[in-house]
């Protein structure tokens, strides 16, 4: 195995090639170097401890015992995967856990601790939310990890034998889709094509309804509509685009354009009318779910930590498999918006939804604290459902493999950051204070001999920018092509003044209203700096928003007993005012707070 | 027990008397009478059919072979309530039904076909969810309408044994309110002071988190904060509504001005920030649940019948208690925009959850068919919960005990009817085709000597309103003071011109849009009048809304790949056209159609 595949994902084939982790080198100090760190020493050693406090790490030395949901075994197998990819050495937790999985594996090489014994369930008697392929597909994907920095062989033998029996089993559709990413991922490490066929299999049997019938109905599963027929994402935001990525994974490798160009059209359907703002996806608290198009209301978004996680997956297969540099610009939009708001600055403590208007100030959740509801709510430090914590650690600990892509004419920078990069027959030098500054500087330390194309994402939002001082379109990929020479620098200068943004008129629950975006970030106003009821604060667009605060006036209660009246100007106003703002991934950090992101407008 | 004190709500002081259901005669023809009569030929053999066809009847005889959930018990005893109050014979089905549940009582008077035998759950094992005394609650209900009624001395003897058991016993308070109600009226029907000391109990000792912690959070059960504290209903609507009307209840029979004071208090601010335009209460599916201030999304609205029924009860007791006649202005809102649209023309099929905003064409559900996922979706013939329809039952059957009170001084109408009703002093015939006209003749038939005094409603919307064409208020009562004779007329006419209505600007999900209300009725807008996709639509406000239809443009799709935009102004529009409006109530009657109340404002 070289050094390439060493990343996350590594396709067969595509537009564009992977770059291992290695390949790409985050200076201390930078934005994500900084989270990348704290995800070292703090959300492991957190999300570790945590796992042991509920008994959910004890479940596989006493599985009789079991304590907890159907998919608790996951979040050992998500905090592995971390633990294997992440830059420092958790030889010692790898081995430790890695021990207690290979001794709950039975000898017929399924693994799960909650069936299959005395007074447990029996395997594969709930296909809707049993979870057992989707814990075996997290098992697989640690293999993977574990294959690919060669931490662990007896985690990868564990995953192989693991895979093995589903390829055997070949049980029926899991509620919850991930089997499908882990098992091609597999076949790319090892080459074996019943992983490969077994995943392709439980792509084309979803959306005939095989399933029971249910109340949450067939589209939660993605069960109602064959993937190759759907218009667009729905249903279960995390399942929908988990099964996403898997299909990518699997058209790719078969060659399937058809099922390629599927995703495609979904994923595009669910740009255009299902995400939110912060590139957030779900907008149901009940069932986690998509809602129908345009049904993006701000204050009871879902936009589950993991369906962030799940579309950054997507995206860069898509990315990787089409070459279409505009997909970077969702992955950009949910790491500064989505994962970096997720976690605690200290990683101790994080979010599972993310509201985009917090009405009530945010409760203090005490540090010992397991939140029994998991959704809506504050940063915790736990949840009984924790799903997002191991998943977000895995994503900061493999993050360098999804920055830079490479092809046999040169080298392609998707995200921005300050790191040394080689790649494509280039050395790269990006020095960086993103997002913070819009100076991107890249010096060449070394090119191989000829033409070497250098290619750099310009994001959609980025009017304005430019290369070496001269334009370049926003939303569309410069590509410098030249016979680098060391020293050589250009520089892509990308304006973060802040501008104002306006909702599509189709979204009903934003009619009216305007936010605030600075580059890549989604800015808001707290309830800390404000003299006012935020849900009151209406903001004047006609000039432009400055880069600290808003201008506006606060709506006055009129005390009337009925909310619904003859004219329509019916609210006192207050008088001038400025509300600070900040960025959306700071909010909450400061104390409880209630939080907007749209602003309604003041109407002259 | 005298005629006077056969109605659904009998307190023993207050500032309005209830009238006897008998005084109030509705005609043949009118809009409640026609409703009536399908609640009688309909809504009544229908729903004892499905509780047959469910099982839930049989669990009576055989309770070790209970099916379905805790509750379903209460389907029963409301369906017998509505048959005692029904003005139809239904001895022969009260006397099987009564006699089903005489026998499933137990000998120490308890009755729960769901608890307390091998293989149940024990008796008071599961408040948050066990609904003992919710069903309990039910069971007394009917037995103080068998007593009124005196349609079955068997049943009132079954209620008053479980309300001795309940008051013996003494447990814990139920997750969900209902016996607090019921014990006070049973207090009222027998004078027995332990009923009513019971009902204080459970009023007083909730809101105290005595409850087991839950993930739902304590205010979903109104155990967060006690009555007499609480600003506002919060938590599960139902729930909410079942507690303030027993509270009331309990306040006025033990004189507790403070614990009135303050179901006031939470009911003003309920309607002031928590009530959809329909006069519909329950915001979130999640949790069947208030939202927050202002959090009224018309597409996620919940709006649940029972919570409309649940709001008549409530009103009325208010009514009674305070003699405040704008009370009557909410009931005549659920009652022609929740309760009229909850029921099919043929009684056959309901709707539990109420949307304002219907986004895709509602299914045709099988007249066979339980609905598995109670809560939004068309109307449909039964599901698997379906606490709505014996509600609405039992509303239909005693209505007309909610139009008309009475006072030594003289009458007051609440409610408008084409009706003769004999009380305070007067016998009047009232003649109208109301709500389709607005014209209210009353001529009186035969005066008591001396001063009368005539009270009606003139509501809140009512401007232009005028009393034998000398104009009134709107929100007022008109009090018309004189020494009738028969053949005395006076007629109230009540603009029915239709309005657009606009939302306080603090109700973020309908910002920038209207909604035409034409005296009591809320007007929407169903594709199947539509030329294109109703999500589209925008209206012009510039002139008045026509009887039966809006003027107004659609939206053009842009093919934008992103909905957020620099620049407002981003949506084409299409030609001027007309759609046309139907009464809300109206709506999903001719088959699958969108449907929206709330149309975005062409911005000029």
Chains 1, 2 share one sequence.
Not at 321 to 331: E, K, L, N
Request: glycine share 8%; net charge negative.
């Amino acid at each position: 195995m070289t050094a390439v595949e060493r990343g996350p994902v590594v396709p067969s084939s595509g537009a564009f090639r992977p770059v291992s982790p290695e390949a790409v080198r985050l200076r201390d100090g930078g934005f994500w170097a900084d989270r990348r760190a704290v995800n070292t020493s703090g959300v492991l050693p957190h999300a570790h401890a945590w796992l042991d406090r509920m008994g959910w790490i004890r479940n596989f030395r006493e599985p009789e015992r079991h304590v907890g949901r159907e998919f608790t075994d996951s979040e050992i197998y998500k905090l592995l995967e971390a633990y294997c990819w992440d830059d420092a050495d958790h030889l010692a937790e790898i081995d430790e856990l890695t021990a207690l999985v290979a001794r709950a594996q039975e000898r017929d090489g399924y693994v799960g601790t909650a069936h299959g014994r005395p007074g447990q369930p029996a395997r594969w008697s709930d296909p809707h939310f049993g979870h057992e392929l989707y814990c075996l597909g997290h098992l697989i994907q640690a293999g993977v990890a574990a294959a690919r920095t060669g931490r662990s062989p007896a985690l990868v033998s564990v995953a192989r034998r693991a895979a093995d029996h589903v390829a055997g089993a070949d049980p029926a559709i899991c509620g919850h889709p991930e089997i499908e990413t882990a098992l091609v991922e597999l076949y790319r490490v090892t080459g074996e094509a019943r992983y490969l066929e077994t995943a392709a299999a439980f792509v084309n049997r979803r959306g005939h309804r095989t399933l029971p019938e249910h109340e949450f109905g067939w589209a939660y599963f993605l069960d109602d509509t064959p993937v190759r027929e759907a218009h667009s994402l729905r249903g279960h935001a995390v399942r929908a685009l988990y099964l996403a990525a898997g299909a990518v994974d699997v058209a790719v490798e078969t060659g399937d354009t058809e099922l390629l160009a599927a995703v495609v059209r979904q994923f595009d359907h669910t740009l255009a009318r299902r995400t939110y703002l912060t590139g957030g996806m779900g907008s149901r608290h009940q069932d986690e779910s998509f809602g129908d198009d345009f049904v993006l209301p701000p204050d009871r978004a879902y936009s589950e930590t993991c369906a962030g996680v799940a579309t950054v997956m997507l995206a860069h297969r898509l990315l990787l498999a089409t070459g279409d540099m505009r997909y970077g610009d969702i992955v950009e939009r949910v790491l500064y918006n989505v994962v970096a708001t997720a976690i605690a600055d200290d990683g101790r403590a994080f979010f599972y939804a993310h509201t985009l208007h917090q009405r009530t100030p945010t409760e203090f959740v005490p540090a010992d604290r397991a939140q029994l509801r998991f959704g809506g709510g504050p940063r915790a430090p736990f949840f009984e459902v924790s799903c997002c914590l191991p998943n977000v650690a895995r994503l900061l600990a493999s993050l360098p493999g999804y920055l830079v892509t490479s092809t046999a004419e040169g080298v392609q920078l998707h995200q921005y950051a300050d790191m040394d990069v080689r790649a494509g027959g280039l050395e790269l030098d990006v020095r960086t204070r993103y997002p913070d500054h819009g100076d991107i500087v890249i010096t060449v330390r070394r090119a191989d001999q000829g033409e070497r194309v250098l290619s750099l994402r310009v994001p959609g939002w980025a009017e304005g920018a430019t290369l070496d001082g001269r334009p370049v379109e926003a939303g569309t990929a410069v590509r410098i092509r030249r016979d680098f020479a060391a020293g050589d620098t250009v520089v892509l200068r990308l304006p973060l003044t802040p501008r104002w943004t306006w909702p599509d008129p189709r979204i009903d629950a934003v009619r009216g209203c305007v936010a605030v975006e600075a580059g890549p970030l989604v800015m808001c106003v707290e309830s800390l700096d404000a003299q006012e009821n935020l849900d009151h604060l209406m903001v004047d667009t006609a000039v432009a928003p400055e880069a600290t605060a808003v201008k506006g006036r606060f709506a006055q209660s009129t005390g009337a007993r009925w909310p619904y009246h003859r004219t329509g100007t019916d609210s006192a106003i207050g008088s001038p005012t400025v509300v600070p703002l900040v960025p959306y991934h700071r909010w909450a950090r400061r104390g409880p707070a209630t939080m907007r992101v749209w602003l309604p407008v003041l109407t002259p």
